[in-house]
């Protein structure tokens, strides 16, 4: 008895892997649809979402094909992330339960039925089903230019053959890729805030109308203005709202960066005032600048130079958050300050300076949230340099 269990349990996962690979053939009455999902309420749903929909009543399928998933609890997520090193995933869902998900989120969801042809629609299927299989559900994951939504794109042109016509760039009011991304997050958020520390000044340039398609909404909206080139026709033929819902975090401005990063600069100021009337200095405000601004500064350069992400590059943030910071700490806890330190703040000042001016003439835009930040540190270095040069010289 336990053999034929035995052999029916085989048989089972033999026939279970023969139907998942079996090509399934779409009817003329087939339609092919995108699917955005707006943003949730958490930094990683901040951007909303994109999937394929394949609908064929004649086959009875509903089916829902999307990447960008993930898996937190795999082994090395977060080193991998952090060295640009991740991989996304594809997979499928039943129609009914996916937007379900979505829905109980409070996240609007907008179809748009694509134009395409029979051979098209099946040419994309049979692309998916390929895609879905274990040894190609992989693939690099980078957020400006191969995500859920650029996928989505690039699958796109592939089963057309290149026959999709983006709208013209007049048409389009282009933004560059820190523009878009604030306009999902805003500056004042930590999201936010953290953001505009890590990416460098390569994301400070226009992004064409394909770039801009990184972010769902954008994909939605060019598609929504595009034509197939042999055709003319229009390659949305029609768009529905499937949910209007829209789940906006309440923002608490107590803990916003700026409250925050104003409270600390305040402080910062207060103290050195204080210290200026009395004659003294308050070592542990000096300890704290130097450990705060040496510590940033190393991992914007380990952004920098000891990843593969591509937006890290050129981060002029470093200006300010020097990481040369961190070695000076004994420096800044003696009662007094050598020549040569003087020196050093004179340069660190010139270098808040260099970044202010990076952020006036448009090489890089850095948080507002940091401007606090830029007056307090560079009265603190100001201030010892006079407190040192009456007292120790």
Not at 236 to 253: D, E, G, M, R, Y
Not at 327 to 333: A, C, D, E, G
């Amino acid at each position: 008895m336990s053999s034929v269990i035995k052999y029916l349990f085989i048989f089972c996962i033999v026939l279970t892997t023969v139907c998942s690979n079996a090509q399934i053939k779409l009817s003329e009455k087939s339609e092919v649809s995108l699917l955005t999902m707006g943003p949730g309420i958490t930094l990683n749903d901040s951007f909303g979402h994109s999937a394929f929909r394949i609908y064929d009543v004649e086959q009875n399928i509903d089916i829902i094909f999307d990447y960008g998933r993930y898996n937190f609890n795999k082994d090395g997520f977060y080193l991998n992330f952090i060295k640009g090193k991740l991989d996304y995933e594809i997979d499928w869902s039943y129609y009914r339960s996916y937007i379900e998900y979505y829905k109980n989120q409070g996240r609007s969801i907008h179809e748009q039925t694509l134009n395409l042809s029979l051979i098209e629609k099946q040419d994309l299927l049979n692309k998916l089903q390929e895609n879905i299989k274990p040894a190609n559900k992989n693939y690099l994951y980078d957020f400006f230019y191969n995500n859920c939504s650029t996928k989505i794109k690039d699958d796109l042109f592939y089963i057309t053959k290149n026959n999709i016509s983006f709208p013209e760039d007049d048409n389009i009011n282009l933004l560059t890729f820190r523009e878009l991304i604030r306009s999902h997050v805003p500056e004042n958020s930590w999201g936010g805030f953290g953001i505009d520390l890590a990416l460098g000044s390569v994301i400070d340039i226009n992004a064409t109308i394909e770039e801009h398609t990184f972010l769902p909404i954008y994909l939605q909206k060019i598609l929504d203005g595009s034509k197939l080139k042999l055709s003319s026709k229009k390659l949305v033929k029609k768009s529905i709202i499937l949910s209007a819902n829209k789940k906006k975090q309440k923002s608490i401005f107590l803990i916003t960066p700026l409250f925050i990063l104003g409270l600390f600069s305040i402080l910062i100021i207060i103290t050195t005032y204080n210290d200026w009337k009395l004659n003294k200095r308050k070592l542990y405000i000096d300890c704290l600048i130097f450990f705060a601004t040496g510590t940033i500064g190393i991992l914007i350069l380990f952004l920098w130079f000891l990843t593969d992400h591509r937006a890290t590059a050129f981060n002029y943030n470093f200006l300010w958050a020097f990481a040369f910071n961190i070695l000076f700490i004994p420096t800044v806890l003696r009662p007094k300050l050598k020549k040569k330190f003087i020196s050093y703040l004179k340069f660190l000042i010139i270098l808040i300076f260099l970044a202010i001016l990076h952020w006036i003439t448009g090489v890089q835009s850095f948080n507002y949230c940091l401007i606090p930040i830029f007056i307090a540190i560079a009265i603190r270095y100001s201030f010892l340099i006079y407190f040192s040069k009456k007292n120790n010289f």
